[in-house]
């Protein structure tokens, strides 16, 4: 990568591949506000797809960390090695996919402001770029499960909250699934209060006690609603009921 910027400084020819497309995630179109980002939980797995590249080519697709005046400047190409970038693949030939598991070496309080670019043997210029997405670390997500108590809740319909960082990992694989497009069902993406009567297993976080405390500590094994799971429906709490929903 660094001959060809030095031959474009030296004003002489440089070949260029065929334009490369992101499809996934999307390639660059606008800006838009920061408040649309996606937002990827490092770790988080993401699957990088672009158009086939020209026969033989080496590609290389890249990280670039973004500050505020880059973000609101950026045009969806990135000219050179400015601002230094992290490697996410690197001289692949043929390459159209790559498994990547969300991560990086900066220093997310610097910015959380990030775009994939793709890099084609011969260039001078990143071929495309994404959207502008958000990396955050997965320890800075919150792990309270408590029921908001009635001084913090007017409603206080909920008897409990899976761990708030399970709904949020299943949007966004869910969201990843739409975008290539597979649809799980009617509910893709959905959430979904489930009664307390409803039993879920342990991979949720919540008890199953039907509104009585004679139950609280009782040992669910397994998922009572696997359709709504398949379906693609995000569980994100139980609501409270009549003790024994009312059995009389």
Not at 148 to 162: F, K, Y
Request: hydrophobic share 40%; aromatic share 8%; net charge negative.
């Amino acid at each position: 990568m660094q001959l060809p910027a030095v031959l474009g400084i030296l004003g002489l020819a440089v070949s260029t591949a065929a334009k490369i497309t992101f499809i996934n995630p999307p390639q660059f179109t606008r800006k838009v506000q920061v408040t649309e980002h996606d937002v990827w939980v490092t770790g988080q797995t993401i699957d990088i797809r672009w158009s086939q590249p020209d026969e033989g080519k080496k590609l290389s697709v890249v990280l670039y960390q973004m500050n505020s005046t880059m973000a609101a400047s950026f045009n969806g190409q990135f000219p050179g090695a400015d601002p230094p970038f992290e490697y996410i693949t690197h001289d692949q030939v043929g390459a159209t996919f790559f498994r990547w598991i969300v991560g990086t070496t900066k220093d997310l309080r610097f910015s959380n402001q990030f775009a994939i670019a793709v890099w084609a043997e011969g260039t001078v210029v990143t071929d495309s770029a994404t959207n502008i997405f958000n990396i955050t670390s997965a320890a800075t997500l919150p792990d309270d499960t408590s029921c908001p108590s009635t001084a913090e809740s007017h409603l206080n319909a909920l008897i409990s909250l899976v761990p708030e960082k399970l709904p949020f990992e299943r949007v966004h694989l869910l969201d990843g699934e739409l975008r290539l497009g597979h649809c799980r069902g009617p509910l893709h993406g959905i959430p979904v209060i489930l009664k307390d009567c409803i039993a879920t297993g342990p991979e949720l976080g919540m008890p199953t006690s039907a509104g009585s405390v004679a139950l609280l500590e009782d040992k669910i094994t397994k998922n009572a609603p696997p359709p709504l799971l398949t379906d693609g429906a995000v569980i994100v709490g139980k609501s409270k009921l009549s003790e024994l929903c009312a059995f009389k």
